[in-house]
């Protein structure tokens, strides 16, 4: 068994796959972060991530998978659950020895497993879209605050880009902390450093219409309830629990 | 913009609008192409309410003052409740704001008839029109067409809406006589013929010149509540079925009748809504649209009621098992949607799946199949089947007692005979 220590990117994993196929590995495992002392692990090698390496991989990706097929893979990436690599990997290595496209290969447990994964990220993203809700800041920029369970933050810049085409908005991971900022233009990534920020900064949340519409939303949401049909289990498996600090109208 | 009265108003005319079940916002593909506000294209639940219904459109009547008496209907003449009515400009700035801080997709304009069909209509299409002309907003919009409207104001309607609705009410015309004296299906069916040539017409025209207008590209829809009057599942089906395959509708939707009103041509106040009966119809129409059932296949002559205790699926394969069992690895597609226990996406991947190995039932059961169920209907790669030959009601038996039906709040213990 060797294990593959790599820094939590695509590249990175890409680079991995580059390193098993040429040392010949059979057994391997991954494990994401810094490289801490040898002396624990018998047989460890650091990936150190590699442009050349990882578009080699990703040009043999491409020849072996269809477009979707590569963007799946990418999406299961950005899952980071755990042994997450474990997956991507096997799927990976499934796919070079083929000699067919493995895609739809469901009986093969990483075809299976990676599939699940990209439906988990997926609907997540999905939510996303669903339950962001922005702000209008003083300065006419929306801005929104998330923490999802996935990094998806990447996927989500062409669906909010193409809808909110001329409004500024901002969606801030929490969690991650980092956010997507739009200025009218292009979306780039940002980050808020909001220890240093002072009242000063924390006024400028405040936003500019004293809150109207989100108070008529909070009345839109009950008034269109009907209580005759009440079914609060339906109502949780759509909105679990852990999102509701975010949505206006359940704060 | 005076806070108080527009939260009353938003409060009237939210709840006046609220038993329209319709809140699907798909099946558009307006695109953002003016650097503008929104695009619609497959639809987005943003919130849900208490009772598990999507909330997707800010759903609202223009006004609930109405000259119509139906019995079903809260905002009914007769009834004593508070009226309102919004402006145009009220309703386009609720749906701006509210779309730019993504509560919503977009709009369902309603309106109770305050003069007559063209007039009220009129009142609609104007908000439409501003929404789409003076603030280049591509949310979704649905709008009501009122029955008796006439073909220009239609056709105008269709230039700026997805979404074109009129409710049929009833599934029969006898039952709409007896609870809706001012309606009749024919001020329905004239509009709603209307559009389909005018949609069929556009899509021809998009063919030859992509830059033709887009004209109502989500269609039409309908809706009819079931349980005000005594019609069976039969008509409701037969009803539904008739207006999919001659008007090209896109969904028809089932409300189960919710009692607002005392009127002794309706059930009591008391009476529950039948949430289970609209469950079997909905899961009846998924298999009318998605799983190749014929309509006579689910209900008919002999089979008028769907079973309340099992799906229509399931009801049809006990019914016919000498469909059964069929073979995973061999049978059609067609056929594996029959089965009870399988959805469409398991299907597609048992077709996908089977072309790299014979599957197994473990393999069936990582792809998401409800092997308890189908387990009665299938055989696989595998020795162990259903050896013995049951007949459809113990395989019902079996079933109901090993699920617990989410609607049966107090589980029967059924003694069981075999």
Redesign the interface.
């Known amino acids: 068994m060797t294990t593959l220590i790599y820094d939590g990117t695509f590249e990175g994993l890409l680079t991995a796959v580059f390193e098993i196929y040429e040392r010949k590995l059979i057994h391997v495992k991954m494990l994401k972060g810094e490289w801490r002392s040898s002396a624990l692990f018998e047989d460890v090698i650091k990936v150190i991530t590699d442009q050349t390496k990882s578009r080699r991989v990703l040009k043999g990706l491409k020849e072996r998978l269809s477009t979707e097929g590569v963007q799946r893979v990418y999406v299961a990436h950005l899952s980071e659950i755990d042994n997450c690599e474990q997956t991507l990997i096997g799927y990976i290595r499934h796919a070079f020895d083929s000699d067919r496209n493995?895609e739809?290969?469901?009986?093969?447990k990483f075809v299976?497993k990676l599939s699940e994964i990209v439906q988990m990220v997926r609907r997540e993203r999905?939510r996303m879209?669903?339950?962001?809700?922005?702000?209008?800041l003083s300065d006419g920029t929306?801005y929104?605050t998330v923490d999802p369970d996935f990094n998806v933050l990447p996927l989500l810049i062409k669906h909010f880009k193409?809808?909110?085409?001329?409004?500024k908005w901002i969606i801030y991971d929490l969690k991650r902390k980092y956010g997507i900022y739009y200025d009218l233009n292009t979306v780039e990534y940002m980050e808020i450093d909001f220890s240093r920020s002072n009242q000063g900064g924390k006024a400028s949340i405040h936003c500019e219409d004293k809150g109207?519409?989100?108070?008529?939303?909070k009345?839109?949401?009950n008034?269109?309830?009907?209580?005759?049909?009440?079914?609060?289990?339906?109502?949780l498996?759509?909105?679990p629990h852990r999102y509701w600090k975010h949505?206006?109208?359940k704060i | 913009?005076d806070?108080v009265r527009?939260?009353e108003k938003?409060?009237i005319l939210?709840?006046a609008?609220?038993?329209d079940v319709s809140c699907a916002s798909s099946g558009s593909k307006r695109?953002?192409e003016n650097?503008?506000?929104?695009?619609a294209s497959n639809g987005?639940?943003?919130?849900?309410?208490?009772?598990?219904?999507?909330?997707s459109l800010?759903?609202i009547l223009l006004t609930n003052h109405c000259i119509f008496d139906c019995a079903y209907c809260v905002s009914r003449k007769s009834n004593d409740i508070k009226r309102a009515g919004f402006t145009v400009q009220e309703v386009v700035d609720?749906t701006i704001?509210?779309y730019?801080?993504?509560?919503i997709e977009g709009l369902f304009l309603s309106s109770g008839i305050f003069k007559d069909a063209d007039f009220t209509m009129e009142r609609l299409v104007r908000v439409a029109k501003k929404l789409r002309t003076e603030h280049?907003f591509n949310g979704y919009i649905h709008l009501k067409s009122i029955p008796g409207t006439s073909d220009e104001l239609m056709r105008e309607a269709g230039l700026y809406a997805d979404r074109l609705s009129i409710n049929l009410e009833m599934p029969t015309e006898e039952g709409l006589k007896l609870l809706a004296p001012d309606k009749n299906r024919q001020d329905m069916i004239q509009p709603m013929r209307y559009l389909k040539q005018e949609i069929i017409q556009n899509t021809e025209e998009k063919k030859l010149f992509k830059k033709a207008p887009i004209f109502a590209p989500a269609g039409q829809s309908t809706q009819m509540i079931v349980g005000a009057t005594n019609e069976s599942d039969q008509q409701v089906l037969n009803s539904a079925n008739y207006f999919y395959q001659n008007f090209n509708l896109k969904r028809v939707y089932y409300s189960g009748y919710?009692?607002v009103l005392m009127d002794k041509r309706l059930p009591g106040l008391n009476t529950a809504?039948p949430?289970v009966r609209e469950n079997r119809l909905y899961q009846a129409d998924w298999l009318m649209r998605f799983y190749g059932f014929r309509v006579n296949e689910i209900v008919n002559e002999t089979q008028p009621l769907l079973d309340l205790d099992i799906d229509p699926k399931l009801s049809w394969a006990i019914r016919n098992m000498q469909t059964f069992p069929i073979d995973i690895n061999k049978a059609a597609l067609q056929l594996i949607l029959r089965v009870p226990g399988i959805g469409v996406l398991s299907a597609q991947?048992i077709v996908?799946?089977r072309?790299?190995?014979k599957?197994t039932w473990e393999?069936l059961k990582?792809?998401g199949v409800a092997i308890n169920r189908a387990k009665y209907f299938i055989t696989c790669n595998s020795n162990i089947f259903e050896k013995r030959d049951l007949v459809g009601t113990s395989i019902k038996q079996f079933i109901l007692a090993e699920s617990q039906s989410?609607y049966l709040k107090n589980a029967q213990q059924q003694l069981s005979l075999f």
């Not at chain 1, 739809?104 to 093969?108: L, W």
């Not at chain 1, 879209?129 to 209008?136: G, H, N, Y």
């Not at chain 1, 109207?212 to 939303?217: A, E, F, N, T, V």
């Not at chain 2, 730019?100 to 509560?103: D, I, K, V």
């Open positions: 493995i739809e290969d469901y009986g093969n299976l999905h879209e669903a339950f962001v809700r922005f702000q209008k929306f929104a193409d809808r909110y085409a001329d409004q109207i519409y989100q108070h008529l939303w009345n839109y949401f008034s269109v309830n009907i209580p005759a049909r009440k079914n609060m289990k339906l109502h498996r759509h909105i949505l206006t109208e | 913009m806070a527009i939260t938003l409060n939210a709840d609008a609220k038993y695109k953002n650097k503008g506000l929104g695009n987005i639940c943003h919130s849900y309410t208490e009772d598990g219904r999507c909330v800010l759903k609720l704001n509210f730019r801080r993504n509560y280049n919710v009692p809504v949430m991947k996908s799946a072309k790299f190995r599957l393999n990582a792809l989410k």
